[in-house]
């Protein structure tokens, strides 16, 4: 089955600096690749997601590239601000004749400081 | 407009006891999912509905946990015998249809006694 590693755990960084978390899969027919943000407390929101069709994606201060060949794909937060502090987790989805597998990462916490 | 509900939000449970879990997803989602999260860790799989097809019970850590999912909509999750180790929050997520967005709701935090 499907095996998603996230890397790091943890990641501290002062406010204004870039941030990036990143993912690799094992299954090379994942096609859908979401990443969610869980605030303390809160239930898990989608933040930006990619599909297997695209190398990049921008959404304002956040993006996402995918390496199809390597397997890998990263979360890229710029200007970062306290409110980005939350865990991140990455997923990688099969998408096949209806049915959908989702293997989510171990998540990164990530803390802003001021 | 609506989003994912579940109820309860907190259930205190003594070992031993049998538990329901309950699910209301968006109207009109085909995909419905059940995760496990352990304090501070992350988010275990359990379940997986997808519209009227034999559900992906792959995730299920024991034969003491049960799903069903009636008509399409709401989804029960039934814990058996319930163990101090099943003490975790209890999410549920629905998704318009396969490779989209999981709407999440705002679990169910068991604890087992």
């Known amino acids: 089955g499907e095996n998603v590693e996230q890397h790091p755990s943890t990641l501290s960084v002062q406010e204004g600096d870039s941030a990036v978390i990143k993912c690799t899969y094992s299954?090379?027919?994942?096609?859908?690749f979401p990443w969610y943000k869980q605030e303390l407390g809160k239930r898990p929101q989608l933040i930006i997601d990619?599909?297997?069709?695209?190398g990049e994606k921008k959404d304002q201060r956040i993006a996402v590239t995918l390496n199809k060949t390597a397997k890998h794909f990263s979360l890229h937060i710029t200007e970062t601000q306290p409110e980005d502090s939350a865990v991140y987790f990455c997923a990688a989805s099969i998408t096949s004749g209806g049915y959908q597998k989702v293997t989510f990462g171990t998540g990164t916490k990530l803390q802003v400081i001021p | 407009g609506a989003g994912v509900s579940q109820s309860p939000s907190n259930k205190v449970t003594e070992k031993g006891k049998d538990v329901e879990l309950r699910c209301d997803p968006i109207?009109?989602?085909?995909?419905l999912y059940w995760y496990r999260q352990s304090l501070g860790q992350g988010l275990e799989f359990l379940i997986y509905?997808?519209?009227?097809?034999?559900?992906?019970k792959s995730g299920l850590p024991s034969d003491r946990f049960s799903a069903e999912r009636t008509g399409g909509s709401v989804s029960t999750l039934t814990i058996q015998r319930t163990q101090q180790e099943d003490s975790a929050v209890y999410l549920c997520?629905?998704?318009?249809?396969?490779?989209?967005?999981?709407?999440f709701g705002p679990g169910t935090r068991l604890t087992v006694t």
């Open positions: 997520a629905s998704s318009l249809a396969t490779g989209y967005e999981q709407y």
């Open positions: 509905f997808q519209g009227n097809s034999a559900p992906d």
């Open positions: 990619i599909r297997s069709n695209v």
């Open positions: 109207s009109g989602h085909t995909a």
């Open positions: 299954d090379s027919a994942s096609n859908y």
